[in-house]
Structures are given as structure tokens and as C-alpha cells.
Nanobody, 117 residues
Framework: QVQLVEAGGGLVQPGGSLNLSCLAS????????MAWYRQTPGKQRELVAL???????NYADFVKGRFTISRDNAKNTVSLQMNSLKPEDTAVYYC???????????WGQGTQVTVSS
């Protein structure tokens, strides 16, 4: 099992910044990808950004140029730097890890991000 614990959510004004972090523990050997997803009430969870072990990244179009995902393999953490936040970025943000083949998904408990004046 893999345990994921997010931190860093909160309330921020439009145009502001937040940094989310996620610490992975447990059976972390074999994790090949970590990602951030978000979800708002009544909508499906959507991918925000992902990063592979080799550092390759991919971003949803709606965050390109504003969010940056990074990974510290030595500390087993993945971070999401969010800049130029908009009210529509308000959501619960979830950390995700994928391990093994066939792939198994692991999820954190989520952290609330609210962008409002």
C-alpha cells in the first residue's frame, strides 16, 4: 500500500499563489508517475498535472503557464506550484500515485483550494 498526504491548501485571492505538497510513504518502490487531480461538486475528477520518474511532465490546458509540478524523489514528495489563481481553480485537489504493472492507483485525502476575494 501507498499512503499519500497532501498539504498546502487554503484560501487565496484571485491572482495569488499557493503551493501544494504531497508526501508518499509505504510501498513506494515501483511508483512510476505522480499527479494532481481536482474535483468540484457534481463534476468528475480531472487531471491537473502529472510527472513521471524521469521528470517528464504533462499539464491540462487550463493550467498551462500558471501551474508547475515538481518531484523530489529523495524526499518522496510531489509539489504543485499554483500561480495566477482564478476563482475557477477552486476545488479539492488530490494527489495521485501509480505503481506497478498492471497499474494501481493511490489517492490522498484531498486538500481544499478556494480562490475568492
Amino acid at each position: 500500500q501507498v499512503q499519500l498526504v497532501e498539504a498546502g491548501g487554503g484560501l487565496v485571492q484571485p491572482g495569488g499563489s499557493l503551493n501544494l505538497s504531497c508526501l508518499a510513504s509505504g510501498s513506494i518502490i515501483g511508483i512510476y508517475l505522480m499527479a494532481w487531480y481536482r474535483q468540484t461538486p457534481g463534476k468528475q475528477r480531472e487531471l491537473v498535472a502529472l510527472i513521471y520518474n524521469d521528470g517528464r511532465t504533462n499539464y491540462a490546458d487550463f493550467v498551462k503557464g500558471r501551474f508547475t509540478i515538481s518531484r523530489d524523489n529523495a524526499k518522496n514528495t510531489v509539489s504543485l506550484q499554483m500561480n495566477s489563481l482564478k476563482p475557477e481553480d477552486t476545488a479539492v485537489y488530490y494527489c495521485n500515485a501509480r505503481r506497478g504493472l498492471p497499474s494501481t492507483n493511490y489517492w490522498g485525502q484531498g486538500t481544499q483550494v478556494t480562490v475568492s476575494s
